[in-house]
Structures are given as C-alpha cells and as structure tokens.
C-alpha cells in the first residue's frame, strides 16, 4: 500500500479550494525544465494534494507550449498518485451541451507540435495506452461528479488538436461524422500519454463550453463563451474535487488496470 495523492491539473478556478491545509506553493525543478508554474500543495480531508495550473498563473503557455513533461514528471517527485486533469472542450453531440461535464476515456491524438514521450535516445520504450486513462479514477470522477449535482457524460472521445485556432467547419464535421469523435480540445495529448509513461493514473474531466463549429444552431466558436461557460463552471469543478479524497480513500492499493506497472513489459533498452 501506499498513500495516494491526488494531483490536479486546471485552471485558475480549481485551485481556490475551501478547507485546503498547509497550503504551499512550491517550486519543483524536473530534468524535463520548468513545470508550467509552481504547484500549489497541501491537505484536503486529511489526502495530500497537489494543483498545478496547466497554463500558468495568468494564462501565459498556449497549448503547444505547456511543457506536458515537466508538469507530469513534477507531480510524480511530489509523490503524486493520481492525476485529475481538468479541461475545457467543444462538443460533437448534441445530448452533450454547454455546463456538462465530460469523463473522457478514449483519444485521438492529431497533435503535432509537442515532445510526446519520456523515452527516446538511448532507452526506448512503448507502453500501451490502449485504454488510456484509469477506470478506477474516471469512476471516482463520476461518482463524484454525480453527486455534486453535475450533469456528467460517462465517457467519450476526446480529439486532440495542436491549435491554437480552433477547428474549420470541414474539420469538426469530420471528427464528429467520420471519425466519431464526442469532445475537442487542445490540452489532454501528449499529458495522458506522458501520465501512463510516469505510470501515474489519469483521469480527464473535459467541461463542455461550446459546440465546435459543426452546429447548424450555434456560430463559431467565442472564447468569451467559453470563459463565461468555465467561470460558472468553477464552483462545480472544485465541488467534485473536494469529494475525491473520500471516494480514492488515503491507502492506495495497487491500481487494477495497471497504471501504476505500465513499464513493466514496456522497456526495450537493457537496464546498465
Ligand atoms: N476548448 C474549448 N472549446 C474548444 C473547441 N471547440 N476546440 C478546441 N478546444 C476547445
């Protein structure tokens, strides 16, 4: 057993959390350069917690420039167990409206710009990610999404994209008709990847704000839509939050999907 910690990547809102003890920001340095910002420690019902504002303290890193591996590798040397990362996306379907919230539990990575990987010269290994977050911590989410009186979709594919445009009409008519896809953002990829490579578990709770461009009711996408949609979505985000560490529980038995092992058969460079 060991004890588990809850590390949350988000924005702003989530962090100004009621009941936090010991609160600390605290600067970790990673081999992988900086984290995206300090990270905000402390306790929440007696569970060690960390926040790490994906963007930065005043929206400074656009998606292609969040430095995804030093922000997973720094969660882990705090101790981090699981990982709830937190995001705004666009929808693809119409049941799935503006305030739901979205447990992600499968990707389409169309990023292109970013260091995907942990490996690479001189150690190479290929984890799976097959089902690339942790049914375990999606169930938590849920549950807790549930209770809070949060209107939660159990699942759904998430398209990554590198923007920072969003989507031509074309684009969202393909991911959604063609190749199925229920959510868009631009955030989750490469973190889930890096997340099973750390062999952290990940969760991905997506906040609906917009209908993409697809929607013959709705005009383009308007960051001030979405802003105002993430900013009355703030109480409810740090509603779920404050139930996970009553559902995760303080001993953490070894992940049943194996996330926490995902190197396991993974590593194809001899050890030195
Ligand atoms: N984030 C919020 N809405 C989005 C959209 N429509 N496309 C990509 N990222 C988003």
Redo the contacts with the bound molecule.
């Keep these: 057993m060991t004890d588990t910690m809850i590390g949350v990547i988000g924005g702003s809102g989530l962090y100004q959390i009621d009941g936090l003890q010991d609160a600390e920001w605290r600067a970790v340095e990673s081999p992988w350069g900086a984290p995206s910002d300090e990270i905000l420690t402390g306790r929440l019902d007696g569970m060690a917690m960390a926040f790490l504002p994906r963007h930065g303290r005043g929206h400074v890193h656009a998606p292609s420039d969040v430095p995804y591996r030093a922000n997973i590798d720094a969660l882990k040397r705090l101790g981090v167990t699981d990982v709830i990362s937190v ?4 929808s693809f379907r119409e049941e799935m409206a503006p305030g739901d919230f979205v447990v992600v539990d499968q990707f389409i990575d169309r990023t292109f710009a970013r260091a995907k990987s942990f490996f690479g010269k001189g150690c190479v290994a290929h984890v799976s990610v097959a089902h690339p977050t942790c049914p375990r911590l999606g169930a938590a989410c849920v549950e807790a999404a549930r209770a809070e009186g949060i209107k939660v979709h159990d699942g759904g594919t998430y398209l990554a ?1 590198e ?1 920072p445009q ?2 031509s009409m074309a684009e969202s008519k393909m991911y959604r008709d063609a190749w199925g896809a229920d959510v ?3 955030t989750n990829m490469p973190e889930a990847k890096l997340a099973r490579e750390a062999e952290l578990c990940y969760a991905s709770v997506a906040m609906i ?2 209908y ?2 697809w929607h013959p009711d709705h005009g383009a ?1 308007d960051i001030n839509d ?1 802003i105002r949609i993430l900013t009355g979505n703030a109480d409810k985000g740090r509603g779920l939050v404050r139930r996970l560490p009553a559902l995760l529980g303080a001993d953490r038995a070894p992940c049943p999907h194996g996330c926490d092992r995902a190197l396991e058969f993974a590593l194809m460079t001899a050890p030195d």
């Design positions: 995001s705004a996306c666009g994209m923007g969003f989507s868009i953002g631009m704000t917009d993409d461009s996408v979405i």
